[in-house]
């Protein structure tokens, strides 16, 4: 069903009517956990043309939230769009912009390691002139996105970027008092959940049995690990050539169940179920990607669980031979796999 969907729609021509259908169309990608580059990359450039030619100018603010929800989805979906990456860009001056969505706009760019000469100028002027009512109309999500400005300049950007926003007083200031403490929060609530899961119950036995030197992370860390070498500080402050390992829990939220290249030709529904790649491998979406590549970046040795295989997993025998695969072999992010149903820490 789901292939004859994606080859209706990668057939049918967008025309002005469908302008509205296209963030819909995208939300449902995302909740479906499905990244179809070519449809994807067709939705992108006909939002790209009706922008051009169908809306006033400069976007008027319910237009910049459907631009900015369009822009989440895409990047949860880890769909990188040039084109989409210069409208945001140009939107960086937008006077119609509230400050929230100034921000918001930083935020996507940053996540897209996409810092364009506009970057700088908006950051100083909204985190200079945000007001307490700026800043309190701002949700715990908002925050948390808005961190991103600043953790993604550093580990993505460029050195002059990352200087600044790490020397410079009045950034310093906004990130710090404003926007880490909602982030460090998440990163502890994922931690608290993740201890009270039946998976660590499971994880932990594995641990012991194979004789492991891992523990959880500890609270207060930039990102939350379900499981790290025990002397990872130290190895980390040494540059040390035996790097730390970081076991990451990918949830099968952060799992797709269709991943269609862009490379795909124009095939049947049922030759479209062939180019579907996640009949072959599993691969991360969302958060996960953004993690994965920071904690590789702060150098530390990624080593990957699946949770959709983890909890189909009988016996223990079963869960050490996972959890010894996952660490021997640190860069096999991609696996045979079938999609599993979505739960928290399943």
Request: proline share 7%; glycine share 2%; net charge negative.
């Amino acid at each position: 069903a789901v292939a004859a969907v994606l080859g209706f729609l990668a057939e049918t021509p967008l025309l002005e009517p469908h302008a509205p259908l296209m963030l819909p169309l995208v939300r449902a990608c995302t909740s479906l956990r499905i990244h179809h580059a070519p449809l994807l990359h067709k939705v992108v450039l006909w939002y790209c043309w009706c922008y051009a030619y169908l809306w006033p100018k400069p976007l008027p603010t319910e237009k910049l939230d459907e631009l900015l929800e369009l822009a989440e989805h895409l990047h949860e979906l880890s769909f990188q769009s040039l084109e989409l990456q210069g409208v945001l860009a140009e939107n960086l001056k937008n006077p119609n912009a509230s400050a929230r969505q100034s921000l918001a706009l930083l935020s996507v760019l940053a996540r897209f390691s996409h810092f364009p000469p506009e970057f700088k100028e908006t950051c100083s002027k909204v985190c200079s002139a945000s007001s307490d009512t700026d800043l309190s109309s701002l949700t715990p999500a908002d925050l948390v996105n808005a961190f991103n400005v600043h953790l993604c300049a550093v580990f993505d950007g460029p050195a002059a970027l990352k200087h600044w926003l790490t020397e410079d007083a009045v950034m310093k200031s906004f990130f710090q008092v404003h926007t880490s403490q909602k982030w460090y929060q998440k990163q502890d609530q994922e931690r608290t959940t993740f201890l009270q899961s039946p998976a660590y119950l499971t994880l932990r036995q594995a641990v012991e049995a194979q004789g492991l030197d891992l523990q959880p992370s500890e609270p207060g860390e930039v990102y939350h690990l379900e499981f790290v070498s025990k002397d990872a500080k130290e190895r980390l402050n040494t540059w040390s050539n035996n790097p730390p390992t970081a076991l990451m829990c990918i949830k099968s939220k952060e799992q797709l169940q269709w991943y269609v290249p862009i490379t795909a030709e124009d095939t049947p529904s049922k030759a479209l179920e062939l180019q579907n790649r996640c009949s072959q491998f599993r691969f991360m979406f969302r958060g996960a990607v953004q993690k994965m590549r920071h904690l590789q970046a702060m150098g530390y040795r990624p080593a990957v669980v699946w949770m959709s295989e983890w909890n189909s997993l009988a016996t223990e025998e079963e869960r050490r031979a996972c959890l010894r695969a996952a660490v021997e072999e640190p860069g096999a992010f991609f696996r045979p796999a079938s999609a599993e149903e979505e739960d928290t820490y399943r």
